[in-house]
């Protein structure tokens, strides 16, 4: 009796850790994305304002010229 209440328990155990292991890795998983769609389009904001600035300082150097 005894064994197959330890026997029981520690199947209870290990499912409760596989369980808690799928629930962090899809967390993990999660975070991940969304930190790649933020970095992305931090990405695609600092390139659209360095164009803007090439565009002003091109400008400023046409001005300057005539």
């Known amino acids: 009796?005894?064994?197959?209440?330890?026997k029981e328990w520690s199947a209870m155990a290990s499912?409760?850790?596989l369980e808690e292991h799928q629930l962090i890795k899809t967390n993990i998983e999660q975070?991940?994305?969304?930190?790649t769609r933020l970095m992305?389009?931090?990405q695609q904001?600092?390139?659209k304002?360095?164009?803007l600035?090439?565009?002003r300082c091109y400008l400023l150097a046409?001005?300057?010229?005539?």
């Not at 009796?1 to 330890?6: C, G, K, P, S």
């Not at 975070?31 to 930190?35: D, G, I, S, V, Y």
């Not at 046409?62 to 005539?66: F, Q, R, S």
């Open 1 to 6: 009796m005894v064994v197959d209440q330890t």
């Open 15 to 17: 499912q409760q850790l």
């Open 31 to 35: 975070q991940n994305e969304l930190l």
């Open 40 to 42: 992305t389009d931090y």
């Open 45 to 47: 904001t600092q390139l």
């Open 49 to 51: 304002d360095l164009e």
């Open 53 to 55: 600035r090439h565009d």
């Open 62 to 66: 046409l001005e300057i010229k005539t």
